[in-house]
């Protein structure tokens, strides 16, 4: 395992996923992580990364001098090499470098680290104080035409530095250059594999279970279906799934979910059929934030009664955590703007132990590991689709009626999304129903009724997003359709707004 010590870098997370790439098992964790925590994980290797402060800032972050005496190989990038620099004894300029971006590297002597790599090569570097002396022991590997000093290595003691992000794809060489510090430095292998992951993933869940119950509350979304079925393989029959369907779901989406589980499994699943309740509760409700309550503690409480006969023996919920949900940096802004709600408003109200078998993937590991198990390509691939579902993309009152709109014309988009092979390049597409009507004309006669608006979105997280520039025909094909084929709608209309400062959901 590599650790990754954030500095608070932007590409801090980015290291941990290259090392990932590589094939190795990485984990990020805060720069002031305590030493002892450190040394209890028994990381083959520390990775520095770099960070937005100047090693000579006022209160800039440093670390524990016992972190370099821990025996263990390090790779310091950009402020993790400055403070590697200045930790060990060498001299650091405190004048931003001039170079921003990309530049020419000249390896003045591979050493290990640019072993393999060509004597010139393009580089991504940042703003930052520079290396004016290398430590003692220490041998200068890289210059670029402006900085004496970008790279410089003490092979003895495995310690590395480099004034650029070897893990962006700018530069040229990062990848070889990141393995050679794996591979080479810290000894690690490249097993961090699909099925790797399963087997280990499996052994946890059995050693933390045992022979108790556990139940899981599935969403319908890639997460939650994908740590039901590594719990069913470590335990079987103990588990239970519960699979909540409060009506506010898209078309066929159910029917989906149960057929993907039903073939696929043998997990005992629960299908709670609650649509009546929410809507009932919903009736003449239209402020978003209302919506998101009553959704979410009805929730909760479906959850609860169907689960309680269950959940009387059961000591475990199972959750589709995310490792982008746990880590710091990565908490999401959106919760603070909307209240948002999933699966996850459970155990503060349950009295059960949380099974999270995903905590250290990313989404992109999770879709692998999800094949790997064998599930339908719909389900691995399935763009993320809000806890409160079509409620919140339904503006106003939500009836049967109205769902029913939306549920067509999100079909006609998602078919014809899907037909022109963008499914996967988007983060998300959905349609959304306003609470308004316009004129229009259908053969000679007036129409008077809903129009509907396409949103596509391309993120990387969902905390920022751009409008998808779909093509011009594509869009003809979904106007011309979902005004044909769905009843009450007579005008499409497209979003063209980013986030910020819109939000990707319109409620
Ligand atoms: P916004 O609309 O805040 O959404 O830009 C960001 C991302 O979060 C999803 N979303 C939710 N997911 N429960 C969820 O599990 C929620 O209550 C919820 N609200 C929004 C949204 O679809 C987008 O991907």
Not at 232 to 245: K, Q
Not at 399 to 410: M, P, Y
Request: charged share 25%; glycine share 8%; hydrophobic share 40%.
């Amino acid at each position: 395992m590599i650790l990754v010590l954030d500095f608070g870098g932007q590409y801090a997370q980015l290291i941990a996923r290259r090392v990932r790439e590589a094939r190795v098992f990485s984990e990020l964790v805060p720069y002031d992580t305590p030493l002892e925590e450190i040394r209890a994980k028994e990381p083959q290797g520390i990775i520095l990364s770099g960070g937005p402060n100047s090693v000579y800032g006022e209160g800039s972050p440093r670390v524990d001098d016992g972190l370099w005496d821990l025996g263990v190989p390090m790779l310091g990038i950009c402020y993790g090499m400055q403070l590697m620099a200045l930790n060990l004894g060498g001299e650091v300029e405190a004048v931003q470098i001039r170079e921003y971006g990309r530049s020419d590297l000249r390896i003045k002597e591979p050493g290990l680290l640019f072993s393999g790599t060509p004597d010139e090569q393009t580089a991504w570097t940042s703003h930052g104080d520079a290396v004016l002396a290398a430590p003692e022991g220490f041998t200068v590997t890289a210059e670029t035409p402006s900085v004496p000093i970008i790279a410089f290595e003490d092979r003895d003691k495995t310690r590395f530095g480099v004034q650029f992000h070897a893990e962006v794809k700018h530069t040229e060489y990062g990848m070889e250059i990141l393995k050679n510090f794996l591979f080479e430095a810290c000894g690690a292998a490249p097993d961090w594999t699909p099925v790797n992951i399963i087997t280990d993933a499996v052994e946890r869940i059995r050693e933390q279970i045992g022979d108790q119950r556990a139940i899981c509350g599935l969403s319908g979304g890639v997460d939650s279906a994908t740590a039901a079925m590594l719990v069913h393989r470590a335990i079987g029959d103990n588990l239970t799934c519960v699979f909540v369907d409060h009506g506010l779901l898209r078309h066929n989406e159910a029917e989906q979910v149960i057929e993907a589980f039903g073939e696929n499994s043998d997990v005992p699943l629960v299908h709670v059929q609650a649509q009546r309740r929410f809507l009932d509760r919903l009736a003449g409700v239209t402020d978003p934030e209302a919506k998101r309550k009553i959704i979410g503690e009805e929730f909760i409480r479906t959850f609860e009664e169907e689960a309680g006969k269950i959940a009387e023996e059961a000591t475990f919920l199972v959750q589709g955590t995310l490792y982008s949900d746990v880590i710091e940096s990565g908490t999401r802004d959106a919760a603070r703007i909307k209240s948002h709600h999933n699966v996850g408003g459970l155990p503060e109200v349950m009295d059960l132990d949380l099974v999270e078998p995903l905590r250290n993937l990313f989404k992109d590991e999770v879709r692998v590991v999800a094949a790997e198990l064998g599930m339908p390509e719909r389900m691995v691939w399935r763009q993320p689709f809000p806890g409160p579902g079509l409620a919140i993309r339904v503006i106003g009152d939500v009836t049967e009626e109205r769902l029913e709109i939306l549920r067509r014309a999100d079909f006609v988009l998602q078919d014809e999304i899907r037909a022109a092979g963008l499914y996967r390049d988007l983060w998300q597409s959905f349609a959304v129903l306003p609470a308004i009507h316009s004129v229009g004309v259908m053969g000679d006669a007036r129409t008077y009724a809903y129009p509907v608006v396409i949103r596509a979105v391309t993120s990387d997280d969902a905390m920022t997003a751009d409008w998808a520039r779909l093509p011009h025909d594509l869009l003809e094909r979904i106007s011309n359709r979902i005004i044909n084929e769905v009843p009450g709608v007579n005008r499409v209309a497209l979003d063209i707004t980013s986030k910020p400062p819109g939000t990707i959901e319109w409620e």
